[in-house]
């Protein structure tokens, strides 16, 4: 009498905790910070507290006889050898310093207060050398230069330019001319900048790093050490927050392991918050001038776009975010003429690295702000005007992207129905007296949703294996970084081999074991990893039932997995216990085999080529954001009170998991718009603690309300997109449109702090543009 | 960090023996919410703590010839718990539960807020507006001064060696009076004050102003009692006029620095526009 196995409902878009959400909670993660390893040791930077100066004398002495010391280093004990996208910084700087945040020494010590006091027992002298902060100052002849292979501080530059400016600008009826000051803010991961480094006997670099690039970062590592990329493997125990903060190599990595190398012992090295906010990357600021016109009908004629970054002391990938800014000015409506053009420019100020959002969080404050000008000086309402220019699908975009379900139009039409729109924002425009003014805004963006070809390969490797007992292990190239990747593949795999979710254990925490991926950016592991994941357990599915049928003499096509059973597809009868099948398979004597797929998925995606052109990613993703927020007239507070978000998501894998990053999304945009601000004067960070660095708290969230558009994106995994970058990106400059609806006045200068709002309404310098 | 002793004495002389005899080197610890901090970051460097959370008067909150001495190590959650208090005094025990976080409340004392001396401390002026006074015990016995008179500067206190303040007396109230704080912060909780303004005022049975204090934070290196503020509201209904000389008042008060919080001109008007809030609120709550 053989079972029948009910059919089962589709894991897909069902709400799934994360499962390393529980031992979080308990407080049992172990993070690097917690890891203790025998003979280890604790290694300390210390850094400038000049921004711009010769090393006249760096004398470690005193520190390297204190007792407990076991390696002071220097700039003068490692190699010169640049790291970063430039290779501009070496990990010890000697000579010259060049910001606040550069490292001179190192020490490993037994314990942390004897390192804290071999820094202090270190004497340095400089020569304090003239210093440049603004990338305008910093490209005029007399500056100071910062590199000597960098005639004119000039760090990076891109420029694109598609169709004719002048054509366009001759047949606008509206010229607007706009200029955009975009701040620094940072990551503020929970867990602060830490690794663990230990190199073996035969001289093997084993590194705990909390990287989210395992495999490249080897690459990107072992030449500053002088060691073979195959000889370093990465560990990647769980991390406290990243968001692109670990996209790229940073000094206190190779120095960690120059200590571990020169002690040959286990070096560890935790960063204070004071460090945190001082030596972690920032977002880039970016100056932004934007020349953009429109006919009298509405219809956009061209954009015309210079940007100066300043790049600060070094190059990480702060500089590169052009490369996306140039997406969102080119393709995000439809805009016949592009010119873009944007250079990075080396200053004594601390750098950038990537950050959610990489340049599309800019460079959608600027465009989402400026097509509301841009409508209201046509003479259109802020709907209307964005149908007008929204592309439709199969449309492609100059620099080449491929929008082949473009729901820009669905979005912004959803968005304002769901929000009665139009009539709240004429109702709340009409209000011009009273304390408490409201006001309603939209903003939407375009993002890469299918990976992002910059590197040589977009693609991850996946390996799933199968034991006895029916338990599946997925080793996947792709890291858990908090993202959720965890949760989705695990639905994925489930939903594949009809297996429960709690026989999958997912293994991506060690390279010497997984299989290579680019790393966790773009918006790009769900589509993927996921598409990986998926294509591994359709191979091992295959195997699987090509065993069934030979076992039980039913055509393949005609068996499905379910409920941990082979079953006949038709009416659900079991064939075969699952687990039973694989011990069949696995103790067949010469024919024995066990289920151990692999799979490397290359998204069908190109790179860019000349004018940076080339349909870079597999599938494309729009969203409409709307904001509604009270303003306070007279403290000048901004209040979210609501959120409505619209997106196209292609398919909801993970109901919990997209909500969760939609949340985080909209809290980290909430602080770049209202309350974030690393404030850097003459190079010095003024405010590198919680106390005086203003995240939005929980206090700070509106409620929201979530739309999603799922058309099943074709290459995507059952039809899902990339959806985490556009929720960092589109709030902000909607809040920053919902306060011109309630006051009037426009802020090209986030963060819209109570205090410019106040000085906008009740006078004084330094507010928003009225 | 060097070595550091804790002693938890039962009284106030042993405290006071122990403070006058560490020469400088030992601190008080309340409920520790600022001291652990300064610790951790070096700011203070102690050799010797002693916990005044073992003394009964620290710890007790009694009525006394119709006001009530607080003992100054009680904390922010305990305040509120004491109705008879938070009816008397809602401004002070608002203030006072401003203070950081639910964890922070099950520490934060006034007596520490006080005794800290910042000048944004959020419940120093609803204090100073309450006429509160503190009740200092050193070597050389008792004194109670004005808690306007305990800060000197950033950090600073007229306290002498050897002195801790043991509780705060906040006076018997005359009928239909009331009293409000608010500060202004960028977010909406768990901020340090950019402006914190408290009053306490008293009306006759027309409805004016017969009383009035007016405290005021964050905008000079102590908290501030202004009478030129009080004068611009006794006398009036808090009518228009009376509101605007107020505020003109208070902004004339500031002498803040232009810091990461705000600048001079920002803390100067927005200190104008919370007293008026404060003012109403006070007044509100004295008609009652
Ligand atoms: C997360 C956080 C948020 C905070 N938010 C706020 C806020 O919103 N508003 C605000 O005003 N403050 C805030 N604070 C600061 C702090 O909580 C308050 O100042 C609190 O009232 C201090 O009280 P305490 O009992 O913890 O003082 P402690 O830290 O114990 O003492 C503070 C100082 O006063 C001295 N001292 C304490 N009691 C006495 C006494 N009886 N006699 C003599 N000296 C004494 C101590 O030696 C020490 O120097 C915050 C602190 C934290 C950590």
Same mark, same amino acid.
């Given at each position: ?10 894991l ?6 994360k499962?390393d959400g ?31 100066a ?12 204190l007792?407990?010391? #076991?390696?002071?280093?220097?700039g003068?004990?490692? +190699? ?24 001179? %020494? ?7 207060? !004897?390192a804290d006091q071999a820094?202090?027992?270190? =004497? ?24 000597e292979?960098k005639?004119?501080?000039v ?27 975009l701040?620094?803010?940072? #990551?503020?991961?929970?867990? +602060?900048?830490?690794? /663990? ?10 590194i ?5 690039? +395992? ?9 500053? /050490? ?10 990647q ?16 990595e ?11 012992r ?5 960063f204070?918050?004071?460090? =945190?906010?001082?030596?972690? @990357?920032?977002?880039?600021? $970016?100056?932004?001038?934007?020349? %953009?016109?429109?006919?009298?009908d ?18 990480s990938?702060g500089?590169? $975010? ?20 944007s ?33 209201? %000086?046509?003479?259109?309402? @802020? ?9 439709e ?15 820009l ?6 968005? %304002? ?21 409201r ?13 992002a ?5 977009d ?11 029916a338990?599946?292990t997925?080793?996947?190239?792709a ?19 009809g297996?429960?979710m ?14 290579w991926?680019?790393g966790? #950016? ?5 589509? !993927?990893a ?16 090509a ?5 039980a ?14 079953v006949?597809?038709?009416?659900g ?14 103790f067949?004597?010469?024919?024995? =085999? ?7 998925y ?11 052109y ?12 709307v904001?509604?927020? =009270? ?17 196209d $998501? ?8 997209i909500?969760?990053? !939609?949340?985080?999304?909209?809290a ?9 601000? /690393? ?19 929980? @206090? ?13 994106t ?14 960092a ?11 011109y ?9 986030p963060p ?5 709002v ?9 507010g928003?543009?009225? | ?20 005899g560490a ?6 610890l ?20 002693i ?17 009530f ?11 509120g ?36 001396a ?14 509160? &006074?503190?009740?200092v015990?050193?070597p050389d ?5 004005? &808690? ?11 306290l ?13 109230r ?23 303004v408290g ?6 049975g027309?409805? &004016? ?14 908290a501030l009692?202004v009478?030129a503020a ?23 008060a ?25 003012a109403s ?8």
């Open positions: 009498m053989m079972d029948q196995i009910a059919e089962q409902i589709s897909i878009g069902q709400r799934i905790p499962p529980a031992a979080k909670v308990l407080g049992r993660t172990q993070y690097i910070n917690d890891m203790v390893l025998h003979r280890m040791l604790i290694g300390k930077i210390l850094r400038t507290d000049r921004v711009h010769r090393i006249l004398r760096l004398d470690i002495s005193k520190a390297a006889a007792p407990g010391v #076991h390696a002071v280093i220097t003068d004990d490692t +190699p010169m050898i640049g790291i970063g996208v430039n290779k501009d910084n070496p990990p010890l700087k000697s000579g010259t310093v060049r910001c606040i945040r550069d490292e001179i %020494a190192a020490v490993a010590a037994e314990t942390e207060a !004897i820094l202090a027992l270190i =004497e340095v002298e400089y020569e304090d050398l003239p210093a440049v902060f603004d990338p305008a100052e910093a490209l005029e002849d007399s500056a100071p230069q910062l590199h292979d005639p004119g501080n760090g990076l530059s891109y420029n694109i330019s598609y169709g004719d400016i002048a054509a366009g600008e001759a047949e606008s009826d509206v010229v607007l001319d706009e200029t955009y000051d701040h620094y803010v940072t #990551h503020c991961c929970m867990g +602060p900048g830490c690794v /663990l480094a230990e190199f073996d006997a035969m001289g093997k670099l084993t705990y790093s909390q990287t989210q690039y +395992p495999y490249n970062f080897k690459m990107d590592l072992a030449p500053t /050490l002088g060691i073979h990329p195959g000889d370093i493997r990465v560990i125990p769980p991390v406290g927050g990243a968001f692109g903060s670990k996209l790229d190599v940073y000094p206190f190779p120095i960690c392991a120059f200590l571990a190398q020169k002690t040959r286990p070096v560890k090295l935790v204070s918050r004071e460090e =945190e906010f001082i030596a972690s @990357p920032t977002r880039q600021p $970016v100056r932004a001038h934007i020349r %953009a016109g429109a006919k009298k509405g219809t956009l004629t061209f954009r015309d776009v210079n940007c100066l970054l300043n790049n600060g002391g070094y190059t990938w500089a590169t $975010v052009p490369y996306v800014m140039m997406r969102t000015f080119s393709g995000h409506f439809r805009v016949p003429n592009v010119e873009f053009k250079t990075a420019v080396y200053t004594n100020n601390p750098f950038a690295g990537s950050f959610r959002g990489y340049g599309n969080v800019q460079a959608t404050y600027v465009t989402a702000t400026l097509m509301d000008k841009m409508a209201e %000086a046509v003479g259109m309402n @802020p709907i209307a005007f964005r149908l007008k220019n929204a592309q699908p199969g449309e492609v975009t100059p620099q080449g992207s491929l929008l082949k379900d473009c729901a139009a669905d979005c912004i039409t959803i968005a %304002a129905e769901k929000t009665d729109f139009l009539k709240i924002y004429a109702a709340n425009a009409k209000v011009e007296t009273g304390r408490y003014r006001g309603i805004g939209i903003a939407t963006s375009l993002h890469n949703a299918g990976g070809k910059i590197h040589k390969s693609g991850c490797g996946t390996i799933l294996t199968m034991d006895d007992y338990r599946v997925l080793i996947t190239g890291s858990e970084i908090g993202q959720g990747i965890d949760a989705v593949i695990t639905q994925i795999v489930a939903e594949e081999l297996v429960p709690a026989s999958i254990t997912i293994v991506n925490d060690d390279s010497a074991i997984g299989p991926d680019v966790v #950016h773009a918006s790009r592991t769900t589509f !993927i996921g598409n990986g994941a998926r294509r591994a357990a359709i191979k091992a599915k295959a195997q699987i039932l065993a069934a049928s030979k076992e003499n039913v055509p393949a096509e005609e068996m499905e997995l379910r409920g941990g059973h082979v006949q597809s038709d009416n009868v079991s064939i075969i216990r699952l687990d039973r099948l694989l011990r069949a398979m696995h067949a004597g010469e024919d024995a =085999e066990l289920v151990m797929v692999t799979d490397y290359e998204p069908p995606s190109e790179p860019e080529g000349d004018n940076h080339g349909d870079m990613s597999a599938a494309y993703a729009h969203a409409a954001y904001a509604e927020v =009270e303003v306070d007239t007279m403290t000048g507070h901004v209040r979210v009170e609501k959120m409505t978000v619209v997106q $998501v292609g398919r909801v894998v993970n109901g919990l998991g909500e969760g990053q !939609i949340e985080g999304g909209i980290m945009s909430i602080g770049y718009g209202l309350t974030e601000d /690393l404030r850097i004067e003459k190079g010095i960070v003024k405010n590198p603690s919680f106390r005086d660095y203003k995240v939005a708290t929980a @206090p700070e969230m509106p409620e929201i309300a979530y739309h999603f558009i799922e058309n099943d074709p290459e995507g995994p059952f039809g899902a997109k990339g959806i985490a970058e556009l929720p990106i589109v709030p902000a400059p909607a809040i920053a449109n919902a306060v609806n309630a006051i009037g006045v426009r802020f090209d200068n819209i702090t109570p205090e410019k106040a000085r906008a309404l009740h006078g004084g310098q330094d928003g543009d009225q | 960090m060097a070595d550091i002793q804790y002693q938890a004495p039962e009284d106030l002389a042993a405290a006071s023996a122990l403070l006058a020469g400088g080197k030992a601190r008080i309340a409920g520790g919410t600022d001291l652990l901090v300064q610790m951790k970051f070096d700011v203070v460097e102690p050799t010797l703590l916990d005044i959370k073992n003394i009964a008067e620290t710890r007790t909150i009694a009525e006394e010839d119709g006001g001495r607080v003992g100054a190590a009680v904390p922010g959650a305990e305040l718990e004491d109705a008879a208090l938070a009816a008397a005094w809602p401004g002070v025990v608002e203030a006072a539960e401003l203070i950081g976080s639910t964890q922070v409340q099950g520490r934060a004392s006034l007596g520490g807020n006080l005794c800290n910042s000048p944004a401390a959020d419940s120093v002026p609803a204090m100073i507006a309450a006429g509160a &006074v503190a009740r015990i050193g016995g008792q004194r109670d001064v004005a &808690v306007e008179d305990i800060a000197t500067g950033p950090g600073k206190t007229s002498a060696s050897g002195e801790i303040v043991a509780s705060i007396f906040l006076p018997k005359p009928a239909n009076s009331g009293d409000a704080y608010l500060r202004f912060i960028p977010r909406t909780e768990m901020d340090i004050a950019v402006v914190g009053i306490s005022l008293s009306l006759d027309d409805g &004016v102003c017969t009383a009035a204090r007016v405290g005021l934070g964050a905008v000079a290196p102590t009692l009478d009080a004068d611009a509201l006794i006398g009036s209904k808090l009518d228009e006029a009376a509101m605007d000389n107020l505020a003109a008042a208070v902004s004339a500031c002498s803040p620095i232009d810091d990461k919080r705000g600048t001079v001109e920002f803390r100067t008007d927005i200190a104008g526009v919370l007293a008026r809030r404060v609120i006070a007044f509100t709550r004295a008609g009652k």
